[in-house]
């Protein structure tokens, strides 16, 4: 079974619909194997974000994910990766299908409402940023 990994971001949380988001990662066949609601700290921010550290971008982001609690979901499933892209909708919610994620809840391109892994690779490696074993459950 693929692994991805889920963030349900500080403007979703702060707007109260993570439960709504829970209900659809559910709702789609996925199997929550490990979640917690954290404040991340700017160095863990700027670590998970490193792929991104030479953006425009980069400073703007690690700003957005500590200016309040997320909630990190480890998620299972077959084909977990693709299918949870397809749920979450593209990066810009004005480019996202009807019915997505962000086009339900994310403001912008930026404050997006929920991250993605977007490869398997990056499903491990990111599910293990914020987890170890003995959280899988
Ligand atoms: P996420 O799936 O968490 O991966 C990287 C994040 O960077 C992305 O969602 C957005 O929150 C943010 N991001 C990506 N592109 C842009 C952009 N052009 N301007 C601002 N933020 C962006």
Do not use: W
Request: glycine share 6%.
């Amino acid at each position: 079974m693929e692994r991805t990994l889920c963030i349900i971001k500080p403007d979703a949380v702060k707007k109260s619909v993570q439960g709504s988001i829970i209900q659809m990662l559910l709702d789609a066949g996925f199997k929550i194997r490990a979640m917690k609601l954290i404040q991340l700290s700017k160095a863990q921010a700027q670590k998970f974000y490193e792929v991104h550290k030479e953006r425009p971008f980069y400073n703007d982001l690690v700003e957005y994910m500590t200016s309040g609690p997320v909630i990190p979901i480890a998620l299972e499933k077959d084909n977990a990766v693709p299918d949870y892209r397809e749920l979450i909708g593209a990066t810009d919610p004005a480019e996202a299908k009807e019915g997505t994620v962000r086009k339900k809840y994310a403001a912008s391109k930026a404050e997006n409402a929920v991250h993605g892994s977007d490869s398997v690779e990056n499903g491990v490696i990111e599910v293990g940023f914020f987890f170890n074993d003995s959280e899988l459950v």
